[in-house]
């Protein structure tokens, strides 16, 4: 369980904190979201899929067909791939809101990068330079979302999300994965012109296209899943380049925040 409080000086004046080292934070998501800005580089690497959220949808990394799993992080805690969903680089932090509607930065009291080592939260004159930057990250993150959301309510509204059929295997048999959609191809272009105008001037064809494209990585997420059950078998880490199996330290070049 997380503990999220909002980061004050009374509280926190003296309290420092340590960058992650490890996307352990990231391993249990099935599903991460996606701003449309992240969407051009997200597609080229990771299925983009679209989920609900707050009555309508947003897209989404889709990082497993098990809930509970996500393949793209190693059992040694390494991101694997060379893009990182931006929800993910500000931890232990998250942008929170006052009942005015001001942003507020919080963390997670429980992610054990916060206390007595590390850089400071608080300078004399307020929060930290690098403090500002994190606040700064997230707060332009939820503008993106917010925007993100408009547009594929635009897509929504001309019926082009649609569920994604995927399935899994299981013990139990093959079973349908709930609660991921896709673009219809076949709606997107069969669109009026009226509606084609409407999709694309809100954004929406750039945000359609890169859904589709990124189907494409279902099959290096299966490849993916074979490494996290290999290696929970044999009970070792991945990449393991000595002995001939698969190597994937080209990829690891995410492991601080950027922002």
Same mark, same amino acid.
């Given at each position: 369980?997380?503990?999220?409080?909002?980061?004050?000086?009374?509280?926190?004046?003296?309290?420092?904190?340590?960058?992650?080292?490890?996307?352990?934070?990231?391993?249990?998501?099935?599903?991460?979201?996606?701003?449309?800005?992240?969407?051009?580089?997200?597609?080229?690497?990771?299925?983009?899929?679209?989920?609900?959220?707050?009555?309508?949808?947003?897209?989404?990394?889709?990082?497993?067909?098990?809930?509970?799993?996500?393949?793209?992080?190693?059992?040694?805690?390494?991101?694997?791939?060379?893009?990182?969903?931006?929800?993910?680089?500000?931890?232990?932090?998250?942008?929170?809101?006052?009942?005015?509607?001001?942003?507020?930065?919080?963390? =997670?009291?429980?992610?054990?990068?916060?206390?007595?080592?590390?850089?400071?939260?608080?300078?004399?004159?307020?929060?930290?330079?690098?403090?500002?930057?994190?606040?700064?990250?997230?707060?332009?993150?939820?503008?993106?979302?917010?925007?993100?959301?408009?547009?594929?309510?635009?897509?929504?509204?001309?019926?082009?999300?649609?569920?994604?059929?995927?399935?899994?295997?299981?013990?139990?048999?093959?079973?349908?994965?709930?609660?991921?959609?896709?673009?219809?191809?076949?709606?997107?272009?069969?669109?009026?012109?009226?509606?084609?105008?409407?999709?694309?001037?809100?954004?929406?064809?750039?945000?359609?296209?890169?859904?589709?494209?990124?189907?494409?990585?279902?099959?290096?997420?299966?490849?993916?899943?074979?490494?996290?059950?290999?290696?929970?078998?044999?009970?070792?880490?991945?990449?393991?380049?000595? =002995?001939?199996?698969? =190597?994937?330290?080209?990829?690891? =070049?995410?492991?601080?925040?950027?922002?």
């Amino acid at each position: 369980m997380s503990d999220i409080r909002a980061i004050t000086r009374t509280e926190h004046g003296n309290v420092k904190w340590t960058r992650y080292e490890s996307y352990e934070h990231a391993a249990k998501d099935a599903v991460a979201p996606l701003t449309a800005q992240e969407l051009p580089k997200a597609s080229k690497v990771m299925p983009v899929c679209f989920i609900k959220s707050d009555g309508g949808y947003i897209p989404a990394a889709l990082q497993s067909l098990i809930a509970g799993l996500n393949l793209f992080v190693a059992p040694n805690g390494r991101w694997m791939l060379p893009y990182t969903p931006a929800c993910y680089r500000a931890y232990p932090f998250v942008l929170g809101r006052t009942e005015s509607g001001e942003s507020l930065l919080c963390a =997670d009291m429980d992610s054990g990068l916060l206390g007595e080592e590390g850089e400071p939260l608080f300078e004399e004159d307020g929060p930290s330079e690098a403090v500002k930057g994190v606040l700064g990250f997230l707060q332009a993150v939820q503008q993106n979302s917010e925007q993100t959301k408009i547009v594929c309510n635009i897509l929504a509204e001309n019926d082009l999300i649609q569920p994604w059929p995927l399935t899994v295997k299981t013990d139990e048999g093959e079973q349908q994965v709930e609660g991921i959609y896709r673009i219809d191809e076949a709606a997107l272009n069969t669109l009026t012109a009226e509606s084609l105008a409407e999709v694309r001037d809100a954004g929406g064809l750039a945000i359609a296209y890169c859904q589709l494209l990124s189907m494409q990585n279902l099959g290096a997420m299966q490849a993916f899943a074979k490494l996290h059950s290999d290696a929970q078998a044999q009970m070792s880490a991945i990449p393991q380049s000595d =002995d001939g199996e698969l =190597d994937l330290e080209f990829l690891n =070049d995410s492991g601080t925040i950027k922002f």
